[in-house]
């Protein structure tokens, strides 16, 4: 059953992985919920009644949100006139490695005029810092109805993760409007979360603080998958045994080549500008980063190490999306590596169950097959670059009789090695040796 809360009229400005997922949630709550969404493909794809990009579950939504006439789709943020806006934009990573905050800004703008004034929820992850610069250079039209409720939902899991939050963190001015942030409080507090009133720093900075810490803790995990390798030992019951530790904790400690994604890249880089900004260096994210990019490199190495040169090979390139369960290929180690093998000539066949076309159009050159088997069809080896079941369930014994040498090489660990080895395969994955162990001090 859904939580409850009064009905409400919401405006959800920006609808991404995280705006479309909080219309559809909140609809089905029995809200009623105005969607904004200003890019003309995205918008033209809600107005038919289809969700933009892969995420379970949000299209069902969407059609009944929309039959049931509880979403209705806009252009324009001031066309608005909901009491409570979401803003859900966009806050990339620019080429300097800042978030660019000017989407949220501009709603902001948008938003100074309405009158009455709303009360204004960002949702975007904001770098610590910009709330409070928004505020002093005037940008918020009424500074006591402004918040900051970070969303904290994974993509792949999306929706439930929107129905079953870990935490709600409402940020707000000190002189906040007790009675906005009642409403906030009514409407967040129906998921059943712990409640966490703070400022509006202490908002961003928990947001930016718990992305860099899923990065860092997945670069460690990378990291001691490395030394495994190297020393003869498997990473799986390695980070199983580290990760028993109540302290540590299992989750997040599942070796692969890197991770990528539009929020922890992204907040790795925010969080050391933001540090040096003030005097600081954040030197255990920096080295997070600068792991994620070296584990990437190694992972490119050792594939060309075991083909002995990746140049005139045919490789497939099983998964593409940054994780499973999305089309999503911002930052993704998949996406880079395709990138990698093209440049270094390999003949490449890559394929995704849901983000294969989006890869065609950021990486021209790249040959997406439309069935997986299509890609192993000839191929002398096959990567596996992105976790999806799929590839777990794939007939492998088939595969095995029309690929031309069966070489696999996991990046996610995601196949089963004794039985990858008993239909015939050279099989060798992330965080387990190839063969040869580097013993220290031999
Ligand atoms: N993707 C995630 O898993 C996730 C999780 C938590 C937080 N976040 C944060 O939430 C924010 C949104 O992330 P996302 O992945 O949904 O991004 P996204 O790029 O998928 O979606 C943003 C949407 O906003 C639209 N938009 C931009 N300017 C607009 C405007 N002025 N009016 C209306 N629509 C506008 C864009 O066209 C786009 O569709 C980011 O700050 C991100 O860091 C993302």
Not at 79 to 106: K, S, Y
Request: proline content about 5%.
């Amino acid at each position: 059953m859904e939580p409850r809360a009064t009905a409400r009229s919401i405006a959800v400005i920006g609808a991404g992985y995280v705006g479309l997922v909080s219309a559809v949630g909140f609809a089905a709550m029995g809200h009623r919920v105005e969607l904004v969404e200003t890019d003309p493909g995205r918008l033209a794809a809600l107005r038919r009644g289809e969700v933009p990009f892969t995420e379970a579950g949000v299209q069902d939504a969407l059609t009944a949100g929309l039959r049931a006439s509880t979403i209705a789709v806009l252009e324009h943020a001031s066309e608005t006139t909901a009491g409570v806006v979401l803003v859900c934009v966009g806050t990339p990573i620019d080429d300097r490695g800042h978030a660019d905050t000017d989407a949220v800004e501009q709603v902001v703008a948008e938003l100074a005029d309405r009158a009455p004034a709303p009360v204004i929820v960002v949702r975007s992850t904001l770098p610590v810092g910009t709330c409070e610069r928004l505020l002093r250079e005037g940008a918020i039209g009424d500074p006591s109805r402004f918040f900051l409720v970070p969303e904290f939902l994974r993509q792949g899991a999306a929706l439930e993760d929107f129905r079953h939050p870990t935490r709600v963190v409402i940020g707000g001015a000190p002189d906040a409007d007790p009675a906005a942030r009642a409403v906030l409080e009514e409407l967040f507090g129906a998921f059943g979360a712990r409640l966490l009133s703070v400022t509006l720093e202490e908002s961003e900075l928990i947001k930016n603080g718990a992305n860099a810490f899923l990065a860092l803790k997945i670069s460690f995990a990378n990291e001691i998958a490395g030394l495994a390798e190297r020393a003869g030992a498997d990473a799986g019951p390695v980070l199983e045994g580290i990760g028993l530790d109540p302290r540590i904790g299992r989750s997040m400690l599942n070796p692969s080549f890197g991770f990528g994604g539009s929020c922890l890249p992204k907040e790795l880089a925010t969080i050391a500008i933001s540090g040096r900004e003030r005097g600081l260096d954040m030197h255990v994210t920096s080295a997070a980063a600068e792991a994620n990019q070296a584990h990437q490199r190694q992972f490119a190495e050792r594939i060309a190490g075991m083909l002995d040169g990746v140049a005139g090979r045919r490789i497939a390139l099983l998964g593409l999306a940054f994780k499973a369960g999305t089309d999503d290929i911002r930052s993704s180690p998949a996406v880079a590596l395709a990138r990698w093998l093209i440049e270094h000539h390999a003949i490449l066949e890559a394929h995704d169950p849901a983000a294969g076309p989006r890869a065609a159009r950021a990486l021209p050159g790249l040959i997406v097959t439309s069935t997986a088997e299509e890609a192993l069809d000839g191929a002398e080896a096959a990567i596996i670059a992105t976790e999806w079941p799929d590839y777990r369930d794939l007939d492998w014994a088939a595969a095995r009789e029309v690929m031309s040498a069966t070489v696999v090489i996991d990046g996610r660990r995601l196949l089963d090695p004794a039985r990858m080895r008993t239909l015939g395969y050279t099989y060798t994955r992330v965080g387990s040796p190839s063969g040869e162990v580097a013993r220290a001090g031999r």
